[in-house]
Nanobody, 115 residues
């Protein structure tokens, strides 16, 4: 059993910043890849950013240069620093862990950016 606990969402004005955290616990081996996805109303879930256990990162074009993903391997925790937020970043953000061939998801945290 794997549990993902997210925190850090909220309401912020355009241009502001938020930091999301996701702590993984349970039967995690080494969490090969951890990341964040988001889903806005009426849209498909999309990858925001991911990071492997070796530190390789991947970003959606829409957030590159504004968002930064990092992880603490000892704590199996992944962070998403979001700067220069835009109204179009408004969505539910979901933590994702890929470990030993299986995908695990958090419950989601809402990020709302007002104009």
């Amino acid at each position: 059993q794997v549990q993902l606990v997210e925190s850090g969402g909220g309401l912020v004005q355009a241009g502001g910043s938020l930091r999301l955290s996701c702590a993984a616990s349970g039967s995690i081996f080494r969490a090969f890849r951890m990341g964040w996805y988001r889903q806005a109303p009426g849209k498909q879930r999309e990858l925001v950013a991911s990071i492997t256990s070796g530190g390789m990162t991947n970003y959606a074009d829409s957030v590159r240069g504004r968002f930064s993903i990092s992880r603490d391997n000892a704590k199996t925790t992944v962070y998403l620093q979001m700067n220069s937020l835009k109204p179009e970043d408004t969505a539910a953000y979901y933590c994702n862990v890929f470990d030993r061939g299986a995908n695990y998801w958090g419950q989601g945290t809402q990020v709302t950016v007002s104009s």
